[in-house]
């Protein structure tokens, strides 16, 4: 499905407004997975509702990739997202999961986007002892059960 759309936002927010014809036809309901693909750069997403409109969230590192910014004009063209959503989890955080059996059964509970939100900070980690601070705070948030 393509369309032509401003991006949205600004400051640090930034999104694509989805036409209802488009979020229709698309046939997966109200907040289907998509690869979006914008020029000719793709990522994988999820339309929401925000605001009483569909959108897509373009995230900094999204905006990097696809080299598009909020204000301009892009051609958008979205396909449903029918590939498994699989998180990749770090050697040193899955060896202090196996430390943690509950921990470990709690993680593999979450769905895609609450995997992501603990796993994605580890790769910013500037210095081994900031990763090793944030594998501990992740482990500890699990065993807490927090989403």
Known sequence: MKFTTTILGSGNKA???????????????????VVVTVNGTSYRSSIAVMGGRNM???????????GASAGDTVEVDLELDSEPRVVAVP??????????????AFFAT??????????????AAKTAE???????KVVTELLAGRR
Request: hydrophobic letters at 40%.
């Open 15 to 33: 999104g694509i407004e989805v036409p209802e014809d488009v979020v229709t036809a698309l046939g997966a309901g109200r907040r289907p997975p």
């Open 56 to 66: 897509i969230g373009v995230s900094a590192a999204n905006r990097e990739l696809t």
């Open 91 to 104: 050697d040193d955080l899955a060896a202090a999961l196996e430390l943690e059996p509950k921990a470990k």
């Open 110 to 123: 979450l769905n895609y986007s609450s995997q992501r939100r603990y796993v994605e900070p580890l790769a």
């Open 130 to 136: 900031t990763r090793s601070r944030r594998v501990a």
